[in-house]
């Protein structure tokens, strides 16, 4: 199966400041996803990053807050803007390969690391 | 609505035991997924077993098999044969055929196995 490689694993981080994490596949993908996981809770979607044109967010996260760059089929970036502690979470780049089939319910999704963001 | 129901915040299992954790789950479309993913303390979350709506057998992978009731909506993981490495975070999720853009994952069931 492929690698998907997502850094910082981890960081604790300023208030006020920002911090950019990366998502390297080592193989094309055809959906790139990025998740926030709250201390104790469930995983929500901020966002779908959409190659060569502007993320598609949730309800609730804006591209202010969270800009998101996918220039190819395999990388993507999300950065975390100007940070308050409410923002410390586990950031989790997720994808999708494709299956070769009809069928897209089957295609699975598979998770980066993730990156454990604390903030002061 | 919630799409995928999680009702069991936490469970304890005595190894070499048996558990069986539940999911419910809300949709209308006839074609849809559902996944098992188990996210141990570091974080990483990892991708177990996978039932397609039109699977007319269990999904079963090694230790773990999906016990799917169709009619009932349900998607309980069955873990067979306990290990202390199981203790981890447990997240059923749904991705529907008329909408699979989204995952929707449940709140979690915590799963404690027992020396």
């Known amino acids: 199966s492929a690698v998907i490689s997502q850094k910082p694993s981890r960081d604790i981080c300023q208030r006020g400041t920002s911090l950019t994490i990366q998502c390297q596949v080592d193989s094309q993908v055809t959906m790139m996803f990025w998740y926030r996981q709250q201390p104790g809770q469930s995983l929500t979607l901020i966002a779908t990053a959409n190659q060569g044109s502007e993320a598609t967010y949730e309800s609730g996260f804006v591209i202010d807050k969270f800009p998101i760059s996918r220039p190819n089929l395999t990388f993507s970036t999300l950065t975390v803007s100007n940070m308050s502690p409410e923002d410390s979470s586990i950031y989790l780049c997720s994808v999708v390969f494709p299956s070769g089939l009809n069928t897209a319910t089957n295609e699975k999704l598979f998770f980066g690391s993730g990156t454990q963001l604390s903030v002061l | 609505a919630q799409k995928i129901t999680q009702t069991q915040p936490g469970m304890f299992v005595q190894e070499k035991e048996a558990v069986t954790l539940d999911c419910t789950y809300d949709t209308s479309d006839q074609s849809y997924g559902l996944f098992w993913y188990k996210q141990p303390s570091s974080g990483e979350m990892i991708f177990l077993i996978y039932q397609g709506s039109y699977d007319e057998q269990n999904a079963t992978e090694g230790r773990y098999s999906l016990n799917f009731q169709k009619a009932r909506k349900s998607a309980n993981l069955v873990i067979s044969a306990s290990q202390l490495g199981d203790s981890a975070m447990y997240f059923c999720?749904?991705?529907?055929?008329?909408?699979?853009?989204?995952?929707?994952f449940g709140s979690g069931t915590k799963l404690n196995v027992k020396p």
């Open positions: 999720a749904m991705r529907e055929g008329g909408n699979f853009n989204k995952f929707y």
